[in-house]
């Protein structure tokens, strides 16, 4: 399974993080589809080199022709002017492996919960930190994944 296959190699480079998104969602018990992961990572250098490391190890590119030392030294202005929030990955061979690392968030600031899923342990964001960040994406599905987590809560 593409998750586990991510989940893995992420802890083999050491990277901090926490799934977060549709899969984060559905693992709270909320019923979401989803197809990418969507993940925060501490927003360190050693981060994003690692993350670069491991999803290239996956075979999965970046979208943007843009490398890790890129993304951490010029986030800011990604974000500000750009409006970049997310480091996308994917698998030229496989459209539907992808992974969405979003930049506007540091996993070290998060509540991460670990729970067990796809036979590991898997770091996702706690409820409250996901409502969070849906409430500030505001998109149409983000207010839904809102409704469901709050019934959870």
């Known amino acids: 399974m593409f998750i586990q296959r991510v989940i893995n190699v992420l ?11 549709g899969y984060a969602v559905a693992l709270h018990g909320a019923v979401r589809g989803t197809v990418d992961i969507d993940l925060v990572i501490a ?10 490391k491991a999803m ?17 030294n010029f986030r800011e202005e990604y974000i500000r002017n750009r409006n970049l929030i997310a480091w996308s990955f994917s698998n030229p ?9 979003l930049i506007t968030e540091d996993a070290r600031l998060i509540e ?7 036979d590991m342990k898997v770091r996702i964001a706690s409820i409250p930190d996901l409502i969070r ?3 500030e994406a ?3 599905q983000d207010i839904e994944d809102i409704r469901a987590l ?4």
Do not use: H
Not at 11 to 21: H, I, K, L, M, Q
């Open 93 to 101: 061979q496989n459209p539907l492996e992808v992974v969405d690392i």
């Open 150 to 153: 709050e019934k959870l809560s």
């Open 138 to 140: 505001k998109r149409p």
């Open 43 to 52: 927003l360190t250098r050693q981060s994003f080199e690692n993350t670069e």
């Open 11 to 21: 802890e083999d480079f050491g990277v901090s993080y926490a799934v977060v998104g």
């Open 56 to 72: 290239l190890q996956l075979d999965l590119q970046p979208l943007l022709p843009v490398s890790s030392k890129d993304v951490f």
């Open 133 to 135: 960040m849906k409430r």
């Open 112 to 118: 991460v919960v670990e729970l067990n899923a796809f």
